[in-house]
């Protein structure tokens, strides 16, 4: 699960945060498609389930990993970037399709990454016992599914989301569901605490406890 490291926000003002930092986006650039790069594409029905705003995937090295958002040795998804270029899917409940945050990182190397650290809105938030993985490939979109949702379905619906905005040009990337593993860390701030990546779990399993 992840807990919430509450800064000057409560967490129901992160929540309503988050259609800010959607509205935000939307003004900014469009994702592009690229065989070069690594996507996440994250599923959410309501806005307060959404598991982050912003995520940092660090390097597993040796069995261990540390925070790397002030070294850039890593993934970082989301409203980190000062290039504001995540794409926000608005729902659409005629369809029956939910919210969707979509973006794209340069691939940096192959190898198993974990989100040790994130945002939502202006909270941090911190794994716990639970976290998501994924061994980066160029050209393939992880997509983080909804907490109880099936992988099948999960990926039929990042599928339509994708080539309803992008046509064609989605048949170049691999679309699969992201990992989940246990999580074990040592240490009492997140930014120095060193955690060692366990068994897989499913990332549908994948709980908020705020």
């Known amino acids: 699960m992840f807990s919430i490291k509450k800064t000057l926000f409560a967490s129901l003002v992160a929540a309503a945060s988050l259609v800010g930092w959607e509205a935000e986006a939307m003004r900014g650039k469009k994702t592009k ?3 070069k790069d690594v996507y ?3 599923l959410y029905t309501r806005e307060q389930d959404a598991p982050f705003t912003g995520a940092v995937f660090c390097p597993v090295a040796n069995g261990k990993v540390q925070d790397c958002k002030k070294r850039d040795g890593g993934f970082i998804f989301g409203m980190y970037r000062f290039d504001i270029g995540t794409s926000w899917f608005t ?18 190397g192959k190898g198993q ?3 040790t650290s994130g945002a ?13 993985s994924f061994n980066s490939e160029p050209g393939t979109v992880f997509v983080i599914p909804e907490t109880g949702q099936s992988a099948s379905e999960a990926i039929k619906i990042a599928q339509t989301l994708l080539r309803g905005e992008y046509g064609d040009a989605v048949d170049q990337l691999n679309i699969r569901l992201i990992d989940a593993v246990k999580y074990d860390c ?3 701030s997140v930014y ?8 897989a779990v499913s990332p ?7």
């Open 33 to 35: 498609i690229s065989q």
């Open 40 to 42: 996440i594409l994250m």
């Open 91 to 108: 729902r659409d409940r005629d369809a029956g399709l939910p919210y969707a945050l979509f973006d794209n990182v340069r691939f940096k």
């Open 113 to 115: 990454y974990v989100l």
């Open 120 to 132: 939502f809105g202006e909270a941090t938030v911190i794994p716990e016992d639970i976290t998501y």
């Open 186 to 188: 040592e240490g009492s």
């Open 192 to 199: 120095k605490r060193t955690c060692k990546p366990g068994a």
């Open 204 to 210: 549908s399993a994948l709980r908020k406890n705020w």
